[in-house]
Nanobody, 123 residues
């Protein structure tokens, strides 16, 4: 059974930082591309960042480029999202997702999802 468990969310002030973690089990992590998505209240789920199985290729949404960094540790079956210079508009539930087919920014291509972790940025 595949499980993706996010952690690291919380409440932070504008300009602050958080690091999200996603621990994976039950799948071939080193053969899975990983991504972070978020759902902002009242909006559709949106892509944040993705990383290839080797870690050599990453994609990020324009809204987070230069502020968020995705990384992974295949030895620990964990993917991270380092978030800096946080803004109130980053407030959302952040989801980790795994895809064994090909690196993509499209949510519908990700087969496995975590339960999400809340990030709240106060102004």
């Amino acid at each position: 059974q595949v499980q993706l468990v996010e952690s690291g969310g919380g409440l932070v002030h504008t300009g602050g930082s958080l690091r999200l973690s996603c621990a994976a089990s039950g799948l071939a992590f080193s053969r899975s591309d990983m991504a972070w998505f978020r759902r902002i209240p009242g909006k559709e789920r949106e892509f944040v960042s993705a990383i290839s199985r080797s870690g050599n290729t990453t994609y990020s949404a324009d809204s987070v480029k230069g502020r968020f960094t995705i990384s992974r540790d295949n030895a620990k079956n964990t993917v991270y999202l380092q978030m800096t210079s946080l803004k109130p508009e980053d407030t959302a539930v952040y989801y980790c997702a795994a895809n064994t087919e090909a690196l993509t920014t499209r949510a519908e291509r990700y087969k496995f999802w975590g339960q999400g972790t809340q990030v709240t940025v106060s102004s």
